[in-house]
């Protein structure tokens, strides 16, 4: 297995003073790591979470750590548009500017359920809550650039345990066909990958920059749907990390060189991976950027159809 790819020292030293960055699903796993580093470095850090308690818990780990840090928690369901618009716009009533969003919360291989307002959980957390919430915050994107918009996918979008990453048009949500909840994982990270590549697009001459990243094979929480995670972390943890299985800090990295490093502007859209798991064997080692093997990322038809197809859904529920 590659060795894992690791941020340049110089761009985890610089002093983020005065910028302003969410962190979805900050209280847990990559998330976590990516929300201390960045208050490390001086950034004010909005910890957007479901689960307030917990990410309050979170925030006074990182104080015993960093006195300063410049950290709050803030109330934010993706599995409830309503709590989206809420969190937006209370937000948007406080502040103007925003530098950094990283759309990084996330469920995998749920069982088959539904988000308040009814669409496949992971189509709706991963994808569809990100997709209104990073269009809710432009303006203050806009008024922060340069900004970024960070979308987690993973390598999960080219093949999830054997389902090639699609986006099932005529059945986004699972309705007619029989549910699998590995090529639902894999729909909603290519989502977040098209979601990224049409928002550059979209942002050119903003200063607004938005790109994808694989964090790689990380051991967090994410995998509480397919095993026990004492399994995961206990019993299985010397032959997973034998097998690629990276800690969360080395799992922040390129979400963190993503935000942070001077060159990736010039990569508006790509997408960044962390080693992982490819079709084509060539890609496993990452690269940052790298170019997705999964042909449907590349195109531009299909980017628009889902961006049309995401607006018609977040606005009608
Ligand atoms: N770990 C990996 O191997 C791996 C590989 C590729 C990609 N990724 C991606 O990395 C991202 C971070 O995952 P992780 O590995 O750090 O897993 P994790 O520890 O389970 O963290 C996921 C975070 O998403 C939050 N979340 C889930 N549903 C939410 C909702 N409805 N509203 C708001 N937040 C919600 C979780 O909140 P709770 O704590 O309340 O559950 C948690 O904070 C995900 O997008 C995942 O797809 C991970």
Avoid at 134 to 163: Q, Y
Avoid at 262 to 269: A, E, L, T
Wanted: hydrophobic share 40%; charged share 25%; proline share 3%.
């Amino acid at each position: 297995m590659a060795k894992a790819l690791m941020c340049a020292p110089e761009i985890l030293k610089q002093d983020l003073q005065g910028r302003v960055f969410i962190v979805t699903g900050g209280n847990s796993g990559i998330g976590f790591e990516c929300v201390k580093q960045l208050a490390r470095q001086n950034a004010e850090v909005i910890l957007a979470c479901r689960r307030v308690e917990d990410g309050e818990r979170r925030v006074d780990e990182i104080r015993a750590e960093h006195a300063g840090a410049n950290v709050h928690v803030r109330r934010l369901d993706l599995a409830s548009l309503a709590s989206v618009r809420t969190f937006a716009a209370e937000l948007s009533a406080e502040r103007d500017a925003l530098h950094g969003l990283l759309n990084n919360a996330g469920v995998m291989n749920t069982p088959n359920t539904k988000t308040a307002d009814g669409f496949e959980m992971q189509f709706g957390v991963n994808h569809l809550g990100h997709f209104l919430l990073t269009d809710l915050l432009l303006e203050m994107l806009k008024k922060g650039a340069p900004s970024r918009i960070v979308n987690v996918s993973s390598c999960f979008h080219d093949m999830a345990m054997g389902r090639k990453g699609d986006i099932h048009f005529d059945d986004l949500n699972f309705q007619q066909k029989k549910f699998d909840g590995w090529e639902a994982y894999a729909q909603s990270k290519l989502a977040n990958l098209l979601h990224a590549r049409s928002l550059a697009k979209r942002l050119e001459g903003t200063g607004v920059i938005a790109v994808s990243v694989h964090p790689g094979w990380v051991r967090t929480d994410l995998a509480k749907h397919t095993m026990p995670l004492f399994v995961q972390n206990f019993l299985l943890r010397p032959m997973l990390s034998l097998a690629g299985m990276i800690d969360p800090w080395a799992g922040a990295q390129t979400s963190l060189h993503a935000l942070l490093a001077s060159d990736v502007p010039d990569h508006n859209g790509e997408f960044y991976s962390q080693t992982g798991t490819y079709r084509d064997k060539s890609c496993n080692k990452g690269g940052w950027p790298m170019r997705s093997p999964n042909p449907v990322a590349h195109d531009d038809g299909v980017a628009q159809r889902l961006w049309e197809k995401s607006e018609e859904l977040v606005s009608r529920a």
